[in-house]
């Protein structure tokens, strides 16, 4: 059974050396809709895969971190990079450029290292995480599926080279949540929300 939570997210990038010159040579912003999708063969005792609900505390967070910020490739140029760190509170740097297909394989993998430190608390048993869709815009999209999020042939990504600046990690309800993500601290769901 496959279930899918839609989120979504204001962000502006540029995508460096891809064919199209306006998403190369310009910052510009999307509205991002990001679906995460999740899959099990078993229900819990609401009789559900996932409650909706609980995909709303950490992994509805750590998305909007993306909200209105700028995503910065750290590889970019220097100077660019520094430029928009200095004139933007909310910014999240990662280790690969901002496209629509890097964008879902490094939401893949933060949200797969959620579930694998997510106690559950309401009998969800074996919940994985299927894909991660991201539409770029009304008409694009790209979907990316755990094999693409840990492919060596597209450039392995390590979640600790994904930086989310000062302004976004206090805005989230547990400044500390990206370090406890990166050293496996468990958090256990809530009985009720
Ligand atoms: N495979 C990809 N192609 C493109 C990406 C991407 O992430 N992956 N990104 C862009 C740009 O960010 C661009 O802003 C979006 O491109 P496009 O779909 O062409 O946007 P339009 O709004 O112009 O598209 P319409 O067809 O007019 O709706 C480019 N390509």
Request: hydrophobic content about 35%.
């Given at each position: 059974?496959?279930?899918?939570?839609?989120?979504?997210?204001?962000?502006?990038?540029?995508?460096?050396?891809?064919?199209t010159?306006?998403?190369?040579?310009?910052?510009h912003?999307?509205?991002y809709?990001?679906?995460?999708?999740?899959?099990?063969?078993?229900?819990?005792?609401?009789?559900?895969?996932?409650?909706?609900?609980?995909?709303?505390?950490?992994?509805?967070?750590l998305?909007?971190?993306?909200?209105?910020?700028?995503?910065?490739?750290s590889?970019?140029?220097t100077?660019?990079?520094?430029?928009?760190?200095?004139?933007?509170?909310?910014w999240?740097?990662?280790?690969?450029?901002?496209?629509?297909?890097?964008?879902?394989?490094?939401?893949?993998?933060?949200?797969?290292?959620?579930?694998?430190?997510?106690?559950?608390?309401?009998?969800?048993?074996?919940?994985?995480?299927?894909?991660?869709?991201?539409?770029?815009t009304?008409?694009?999209?790209?979907?990316g599926?755990?094999?693409?999020?840990?492919?060596?042939?597209?450039?392995?990504?390590k979640?600790?080279?994904?930086?989310?600046?000062?302004?976004v990690?206090?805005?989230?309800?547990?400044?500390?949540?990206?370090?406890?993500?990166?050293?496996?601290?468990?958090?256990?769901?809530?009985?009720?929300?």
């Amino acid at each position: 059974m496959l279930i899918r939570k839609l989120f979504k997210f204001e962000n502006a990038h540029i995508v460096r050396d891809c064919t199209t010159q306006r998403c190369s040579e310009n910052i510009h912003g999307h509205s991002y809709k990001i679906e995460v999708l999740l899959e099990s063969n078993y229900l819990d005792a609401g009789q559900m895969v996932y409650d909706f609900g609980l995909t709303k505390r950490v992994i509805k967070e750590l998305i909007d971190s993306f909200d209105h910020a700028i995503t910065l490739w750290s590889k970019d140029d220097t100077k660019y990079v520094e430029a928009m760190k200095t004139y933007s509170n909310r910014w999240v740097e990662l280790p690969v450029s901002p496209s629509a297909e890097q964008f879902s394989r490094v939401i893949y993998l933060m949200v797969e290292r959620v579930l694998a430190c997510t106690d559950m608390q309401n009998g969800e048993r074996e919940v994985k995480l299927h894909s991660i869709i991201v539409h770029e815009t009304d008409t694009g999209y790209a979907q990316g599926f755990k094999e693409d999020a840990h492919s060596e042939l597209m450039g392995t990504i390590k979640l600790e080279d994904i930086v989310f600046s000062p302004q976004v990690q206090k805005e989230w309800s547990d400044s500390a949540l990206w370090e406890k993500l990166l050293n496996h601290i468990h958090i256990k769901n809530p009985k009720k929300v």
